[in-house]
C-alpha cells in the first residue's frame, strides 16, 4: 500500500516529461500576430543601415575638409 503513491507520482511524472517531449517549435514570428511589428522592426534597421552610411561618409568628408583635401 505506501508503493502506490510513489508509483502514482512516477507515472505523473513520465506523462509529464512525454507530452513536453511532443511540443513542437514555434512558428517563426513572421507568421504570427506579431508579423506587422516585425516587419516593421526590419524596416527600421534598414533605415537605420542607410543613416549610418550617410553619416560615416559625411565624417569622412568633414575631415577631408578639415585636413584641405578636400575636392574644393
Do not use: H, W, Y
Not at 513536453?20 to 526590419?42: G, H, I, M, N
Amino acid at each position: 500500500m505506501n508503493r502506490f503513491p510513489i508509483a502514482v507520482l512516477a507515472l505523473a511524472g513520465i506523462s509529464a516529461t512525454a507530452c513536453e517531449a511532443e511540443r513542437e517549435p514555434p512558428p517563426p514570428l513572421e507568421e504570427t500576430v506579431f508579423k506587422d511589428q516585425v516587419q516593421a522592426l526590419d524596416k527600421a534597421r534598414a533605415v537605420e543601415d542607410i543613416n549610418d552610411e550617410r553619416m560615416k561618409k559625411l565624417k569622412q568628408a568633414v575631415d577631408e575638409q578639415e585636413r584641405g583635401t578636400g575636392g574644393n
